[in-house]
């Protein structure tokens, strides 16, 4: 049986990854700076602050997944703030290299989440793939750091897939359960424009995505893990109208309001990019959602 450690295992993806992994038959473990509330999987503790992980999290482990990441909307980019979403991907990464390096262990692949913002937070009419260079705002910086301290491990000899996720659609928590409130309420409206693209991808087929890294022994470097269906943020917010049975007629909420209340997250919702999902394709990957009306009627079950 092999054995997966997951950093960041407690998040709304290693909710669902976690069982998943264990219903194939893996032995899952989690790093966690607190014991897990659940006795389902063993958690290892550790503290990226002071260095420390717990003896045999590392040890054990035939692959790693790196989930860990404070979340990016959670509270204003202020620059104490944009430092701590850095370091909680960046720092705990090159933590997990360190101990790995120093005890030696034959790690058989380290799978790191990334995001599409990687490709920056400025709305392009062209089809962005892998291949693609970074863009110049915070959250490109925030990915391609992420992904730099990922590649330490390639570089080392051990398989490395950067899974760059989409906006994630799941029935509790994310973004889905913020977007439905005003759509429920009957005054879904597009965000600014509504022109910016929307990269999503149902938590189910990510999952997915993650247990092929794991099973594929040639699946190496960048993938985008977004749903083939591209959709603007008016088409999305009139989809997930429809779904819900409610009406889509108000106005489009103007840019400045959001960015009042935001401030500079705002970018996350009033830019997006038009995102391929040919590679992870291109790999055999078949998408049990391809298309968001099928994928948001599956959520609101």
Same mark, same amino acid.
């Given at each position: 049986?092999?054995? =997966?450690?997951?950093?960041? @295992? /407690?998040? %709304?993806?290693? +909710?669902?990854?976690? *069982?998943?992994? $264990?219903?194939?038959?893996? &032995? ?35 692959? =790693?997944?790196?989930?860990? @990441? /404070?979340? %990016?909307?959670? +509270?204003?980019?202020? *620059?104490?703030? $944009?430092?701590?979403?850095? &370091? ?214």
């Amino acid at each position: 049986m092999a054995r =997966i450690l997951i950093s960041g @295992g /407690t998040g %709304l993806i290693g +909710k669902h990854l976690c *069982p998943e992994l $264990k219903n194939r038959g893996y &032995d899952v473990t989690l790093l966690s700076r607190k014991n897990s509330e659940s006795n389902e999987f063993r958690t290892f503790r550790w503290n990226p602050e002071k260095g420390e992980i717990e003896e045999g999290a590392i040890e054990s482990a035939d692959y =790693i997944i790196h989930l860990a @990441g /404070t979340n %990016l909307g959670e +509270k204003r980019w202020t *620059p104490k703030q $944009k430092q701590i979403i850095v &370091d909680s991907r960046v720092k705990t990464a090159n933590l997990i290299f360190k101990k790995l390096t120093e005890i030696n262990h034959p790690l058989k692949a380290f799978i790191s989440s990334s995001a599409v913002g990687y490709y920056g937070s400025v709305s392009a009419e062209i089809e962005l793939e892998e291949a693609n260079p970074p863009g110049k705002d915070f959250l490109a910086e925030v990915c391609l750091k992420w992904e730099e301290a990922a590649d330490q491990f390639q570089k080392k000899g051990i398989r490395t897939v950067k899974i760059r996720s989409g906006v994630v659609l799941s029935r509790t928590g994310g973004v889905l359960a913020q977007m439905k409130v005003p759509v429920r309420s009957g005054i879904g409206s597009p965000l600014g424009t509504g022109r910016q693209y929307v990269p999503w991808i149902h938590v189910d087929d990510l999952c997915s995505v993650y247990i092929k890294a794991v099973e594929d022994n040639q699946m190496t470097g960048a993938f985008n893990a977004v749903a083939p269906d591209y959709k603007t943020n008016a088409e999305f917010m009139h989809t997930l109208a429809h779904v819900l049975k409610k009406p889509f007629w108000f106005p489009r909420i103007p840019s400045f309001m959001l960015e009042l209340i935001l401030g500079e997250r705002a970018s996350l919702v009033l830019e997006g990019n038009w995102i391929s999902a040919r590679k992870i394709l291109h790999e055999g990957f078949e998408f049990k959602y391809p298309d968001l009306e099928t994928a948001l009627r599956n959520l609101m079950l």
